[in-house]
């Protein structure tokens, strides 16, 4: 065969729902020279990610290291760890990744209940814990931030009526980790599971997971072996914990630019970082006003990092991504679900949340939508954008 | 907390089993721009891998990708896309990988029944054959190189005698895959997985699986979902194929780095490449040799990149695994399982299979022996390495 020609990337920004925009420190971190995976070099990278993970994730929680997959293995090993077959689980599905939960769930044998919202609904604590009383769950899973809708949901109040009512409770916190509030103890969120490319700002390849002393009880309680091997925390924490013992080989150089990544967070401090997302989804949704845009996900629910929002009418969905990739470089993401060709999923995430990308995205929306003869006042996307950060 | 330094790992040579040496060029490919997983150029660098892991796999099977997650995820993806829970599965088990399977295929529902032999022996088609008759299973699992003992598993008469049998043929190539012939499609291997930083030498994080039209008529006929969402090829091909339907977030930089080792693979060509291997384990055997170690596999059935020898007797295991690693920067495994504490696993993979590594490795084991007050002839190693490189 002809040999392909070395890989050489366009350059990008991406401002869809992940992967997100990469600080070069991070690259240059995954290209360090490997080592052996039991190195006591490596053996110090992992105890230096897990005192790190535990600090973004605000937890003192011993079982607490990244899943080497991308965001759905940390899905996975949450809820194939705590469930065994006619387990009762209840899943919130209120868009694409709830209901991926709920299919895992039903693999690894649960029972699974689900209660439904709309796309870019969020549930109250009274729905879940009228479904907890019902049901009596040993399992309630829920998603903190919806990719696939942008929705924000609380998770205080439901953690409490879910230990009220005896269960466990699981997060997705794939979008929110190191972009928004995650309180592992706080909360007493009690299985929690990110991915490495949304807010942490790493490109994809491993899941941070942490887990609970009530759901290592749960998990040392097991009657039978995790469905997955791969995924067993039975064993995984064995290889992350002082008896080093050998599972499967970890991924050096992801977890190398993980390293960085949280450096990077702890550099910058996690508040800080919170109110950049916040001051730059703000100027963003200032901007999109002023071009006729609305969000869709009512005000107070919406995701600083993944900016939901209608497409306008009129407005050529798959033209105008395509036009700000090829013409801008500028990657959007498409809706997903049921509101395919209805929404875009505009991603402030990590390295990506910054001034320079919401202007420059504004200035280049403006004229992908005049192209296509929406009227829209010249400049006043930027302006409002301007006017929010001035004000800030 | 103090934030950790920066990652700057210590300079190694990789003659471990695995990770390997890595190119500098796998390194670099890596540290590119990330791009978005449904980006166009991220959706051609997934088809030319595909194109390349077919070269390399010797095969035309449609259904060959790279699967995210480390080697063991391969052999997990085999199992629970080809098991449904009831069906009767033989699993050959002579080391470390073999036992492993078995567990996998067991937590996938099948009825395991597995032959045995010691650690450093291979199996003969006609004890394939005789179980096969027995239990007529569904799918018969193999290792084509036991990573945990060093073995060479030949797998055309077995392909003949597990088809015969009506049964599907699953074999372990992660070690074995780039460093030695690998015939998919001529040996009639129906499932295949290997790993990444093996003789790919390209950081662990994939591992890359085919599978024969015959699998993909099994997978296609499922009465049950496959137990792993993560894992599920019926959703994983449709992102990997025409469709580019998104399932999960592939991890891009892991996916460039191999890109760039299939390049490197290609370039140098197959047979060149396997008969590199060949010749760099003749030197070591004949270094070895001169230095009083023997292999603890029969002549004619030892790996070329995974050499396990005896440590002999007076020779403190760690002591001189520690004093290589630190003294000369050269890792080197310990045994596995049952042959703990009395074999290395000297692995010459890849990019690590060359004559420097080699005479380097034996002239600091002469030293670390001497140093343990082993008698040995000084420069006997390292003289009998450089008499097979001037012969050959």
């Known amino acids: 065969?002809?040999?392909?020609?070395?890989?050489?990337?366009?350059?990008?920004?991406?401002?869809?729902?992940?992967?997100?925009d990469i600080d070069p420190r991070v690259l240059a971190a995954m290209a360090a020279p490997t080592v052996g995976h039991l190195d006591p070099y490596f053996l110090q990278t992992m105890d230096e990610i897990r005192s790190m993970l535990r600090e973004v994730f605000q937890t003192s929680n011993d079982l607490t290291l990244s899943v080497s997959?991308?965001?759905?293995?940390?899905?996975?090993t949450c809820v194939v760890n705590l469930v065994?077959?006619?387990?009762?689980?209840?899943?919130?599905?209120?868009?694409?990744?709830?209901?991926?939960?709920?299919?895992?769930?039903?693999?690894?044998?649960a029972e699974v209940t689900t209660i439904e919202k709309g796309f870019s609904e969020i549930f109250s604590a009274d729905e879940v814990a009228e479904v907890v009383d019902r049901i009596k769950p040993k399992l309630?899973?829920?998603?903190?931030?919806?990719?696939?809708?942008?929705?924000?949901?609380?998770?205080?109040?439901?953690?409490?009526?879910?230990?009220?009512?005896?269960?466990?409770?699981?997060?997705?916190?794939?979008?929110?980790?190191?972009?928004?509030?995650v309180k592992v103890d706080e909360w007493g969120l009690d299985a929690v599971y990110s991915g490495t490319q949304k807010c942490l700002s790493c490109p994809p390849c491993l899941a941070p997971v942490t887990f609970s002393p009530r759901a290592v009880?749960?998990?040392?309680?097991?009657?039978?072996?995790?469905?997955?091997?791969?995924?067993?925390?039975?064993?995984?924490?064995?290889?992350?914990?002082?008896?080093?013992?050998?599972?499967?080989?970890?991924?050096?150089?992801?977890?190398?630019?993980?390293h960085e990544a949280l450096r990077l967070i702890l550099e910058e401090g996690l508040e800080n970082r919170f109110a950049r997302h916040m001051r730059n989804h703000k100027a963003l949704k200032a901007g999109?006003?002023?071009?006729?845009?609305?969000?869709?996900?009512?005000?107070?629910?919406?995701?600083?990092?993944?900016?939901?929002v209608l497409i306008p009418d009129g407005v050529d969905d798959a033209a105008t991504r395509k036009q700000l990739l090829t013409e801008f470089g500028i990657e959007i993401g498409a809706g997903l679900g049921p509101?395919?060709?209805?929404?875009?999923?505009?991603?402030?995430?990590?390295?990506?949340?910054?001034?320079?990308?919401?202007?420059?995205?504004?200035?280049?929306?403006?004229?992908?939508?005049?192209?296509?003869?929406?009227?829209?006042?010249?400049?006043?996307g930027v302006a409002a954008a301007n006017g929010v950060y001035s004000a800030s």
Chains 1, 2 share one sequence.
Not at 69 to 76: K, L, P
Not at 297 to 307: S, W
């Open 288 to 308: 999109l006003a002023a071009l006729g845009i609305q969000y869709s996900v009512p005000e107070g629910q919406q995701l600083p990092m993944l900016n939901s």
């Open 1 to 20: 065969m002809t040999i392909p020609a070395p890989i050489c990337p366009p350059k990008r920004i991406l401002m869809g729902p992940g992967p997100s």
């Open 69 to 76: 997959g991308t965001g759905s293995s940390g899905m996975e």
């Open 140 to 181: 309630v899973g829920i998603v903190h931030a919806e990719t696939s809708t942008g929705a924000w949901q609380p998770l205080e109040e439901i953690s409490k009526v879910v230990h009220d009512g005896g269960a466990l409770l699981l997060a997705d916190c794939v979008t929110s980790l190191g972009g928004v509030l």
């Open 217 to 258: 009880e749960v998990i040392n309680a097991r009657q039978t072996k995790v469905a997955s091997w791969y995924l067993d925390m039975t064993m995984v924490r064995n290889y992350w914990g002082e008896d080093r013992a050998y599972h499967h080989t970890a991924p050096i150089n992801s977890n190398y630019g993980l």
């Open 84 to 109: 065994e077959p006619g387990d009762k689980v209840v899943i919130c599905k209120n868009g694409v990744f709830g209901m991926r939960m709920a299919d895992v769930a039903e693999r690894a044998g």
């Open 339 to 380: 509101v395919k060709g209805k929404t875009w999923r505009i991603g402030l995430m990590g390295a990506a949340s910054c001034e320079q990308n919401v202007v420059y995205f504004l200035a280049a929306l403006e004229r992908c939508l005049s192209g296509q003869g929406i009227a829209v006042d010249a400049g006043a």
